[in-house]
């Protein structure tokens, strides 16, 4: 019963997470291909950018369509894994995660469809990454759909400036007052232009000096135990 049972695990986790264990047995030549590999495998197939944006800075083009060519897509906010957002995926990765992190029951995957999501629990913000959203503050966007949105901007971006319309609004999911409040939360604020009635929006980030982010080590980690995996 033992071995059956292991057999079928094996084979659900090759099918619905294979794109997350093919990272553990990826041979790739480049050191820092490696290491984001690894680090987006320590992750759950869900990494901030800002973990490994200097990993990333020394990846060359070639290499990077390496990594699109393996599934991993390398975008403004977040690294992932576009697979692993599907339902099955997520519910899987889910239920490992909650294996080892009993406190996390508590957690409810959101229903799928949603781009947009309120949560003032702070304390939830790494399982919603899990499950794809990214956070603002109480505000979490689906890391594809935050992808698209950004691409929006640059599309619609003139003279450093661009403004909002009825389908970035759409996209996001959300009414009018909390899109305003997400943009400023993304560090855009409004700019008035002479002459003109429309508000239009300009990219005012703030900095933050010295700032160092400490990614540690988790031994007991669910998805580590994957790398141990090999499939024929």
């Known amino acids: 019963l033992r071995k059956n049972l292991e057999k079928k695990l094996h084979s659900h986790i090759s099918v619905e997470l294979s794109d997350l264990v093919s990272l553990s047995t990826s041979n790739f030549k480049n050191n820092y ?10 992750n759950n197939g869900v990494i901030k950018r800002e973990i490994v944006n200097q990993t990333i800075k020394e990846i060359a083009k070639e290499d990077r369509i390496k990594l699109r060519k393996a599934g991993i897509k390398i975008g403004r906010y977040n690294i992932f894994l576009p697979k692993m957002l599907k339902p ?3 519910n899987l990765r889910v239920k ?31 399982f919603l990454l899990i499950c794809g959203f990214e956070n603002f503050n109480e505000f979490y966007i689906r890391v594809d759909i935050l992808e698209r949105f950004f691409l929006k901007i640059i599309e619609n971006t003139k003279d450093k400036m661009f403004k909002i319309n009825s389908d970035m609004i759409n996209l996001i999911g959300c009414s009018k007052e909390n899109f305003a409040k997400l943009l400023e939360l993304m560090q855009y604020q409004p700019k008035k232009v002479k002459d003109s009635k429309e508000e239009f929006f300009v990219y ?14 988790n031994k007991n980690n669910v998805f580590e135990k994957l790398s141990e995996l090999r499939f024929r």
């Open 96 to 126: 490992l995660w909650k294996l080892y992190f009993p406190n996390d029951q508590k957690y409810i995957i959101p229903k799928s469809g949603l781009n947009f999501l309120k949560n003032e629990k702070k304390e939830s913000k790494k």
């Open 33 to 42: 291909v490696r290491a984001l590999c690894y680090q987006l495998f320590e």
């Open 204 to 217: 005012r980030p703030k900095f933050i000096k010295n700032k160092k982010i400490v990614k540690k080590s």
């Open 88 to 90: 099955n995926a997520v």
